[in-house]
């Protein structure tokens, strides 16, 4: 099959358009598992009425993991709110109301994010038994009510169609706190924009009723998790600043 130039490269799969299907193609390095448990996640999403592309099929293309998906047409949020970055708070607005429906679910069939984040906190060779301990009973001691979490929620993850937005990138979803998914929101935004990421908490909190401190006590444990990640070094070095600050 060939499939062209890729439309959007990621930290773990190249995306392709092909026959007006989008195809997630996968890199080597990660394990044989990894396009069926992101396409399980998808197809959860999807039967639950959230607005997901449906998965057609998962396979293998030149010996690489794929999906097979439903093609979303449309711009990013990411890229609309660029082309006039006046409309901030209209675009953010559009993304917390579409977080918070999946904020909504009460999953039964997806990744408990304790477990999740737990193995990637013990995955993460730069930090010490020490601080690992420490973090793994701060996240322990989380009292929560499951709900359904995106995982990697942000405007570049959402697409505005002819008439909806639909979410993408459901590989981190799990089940889990909504505090923490809001919270690893902030510390995606605020890589690159610091005012972006406090009015997305601004607007989720006044819509939800949250506080921040509610939402900021997990913010060494999603920095930790955030470690085991591809990072840059820059990046790196502002996690552990995180991590030290509230540790």
């Not at 069939?109 to 995955?123: G, N, P, V, W």
């Not at 301990?133 to 709900?147: P, Q, V, W």
């Not at 505005?160 to 706190?177: F, L």
């Not at 605020?190 to 406090?198: D, G, K």
């Amino acid at each position: 099959m060939h499939l062209g130039t890729p439309i959007a490269k990621g930290n773990t799969a190249e995306v392709y358009l092909c026959n007006n299907k989008i195809i997630k193609v996968f890199n080597d390095y990660l394990p044989d598992t990894e396009s069926i448990k992101e396409a399980n996640k998808q197809k959860y999403a999807y039967s639950c009425g959230l607005p997901v592309p449906k998965v057609l099929d998962v396979t293998i293309i030149a010996g690489k993991q794929a999906i097979i998906m439903e093609y979303a047409k449309g711009e990013t949020l990411a890229d609309l709110y660029l082309k006039d970055k006046n409309k901030a708070v209209f675009y953010l607005t559009i993304s917390v109301e579409v977080q918070q429906e999946i904020h909504n679910i009460i999953p039964i069939e997806i990744e408990s994010m304790h477990d999740k984040l737990s193995r990637q906190i013990q995955a993460v060779n730069s930090l010490d038994k020490r601080l690992k301990s420490h973090l793994i009973r701060k996240l322990e001691s989380m009292t929560f009510e499951n709900r359904l979490c995106h995982g990697d929620f942000h405007l570049y993850n959402l697409i505005k169609t002819e008439n909806q937005v639909v979410v993408i990138d459901w590989v981190d979803a799990s089940s889990g706190d909504i505090r923490a998914d809001v919270y690893r929101t902030y510390l995606i935004y605020s890589q690159y924009s610091i005012e972006l990421a406090e009015l997305h908490l601004k607007i989720y909190c006044d819509k939800s009723g949250l506080v921040r401190e509610e939402i900021f006590q997990w913010a060494p444990i999603i920095a930790a998790a955030r470690l085991s990640e591809h990072v840059t070094s820059d990046h790196s070095e502002r996690l552990m600043e995180i991590i030290n600050k509230l540790c």
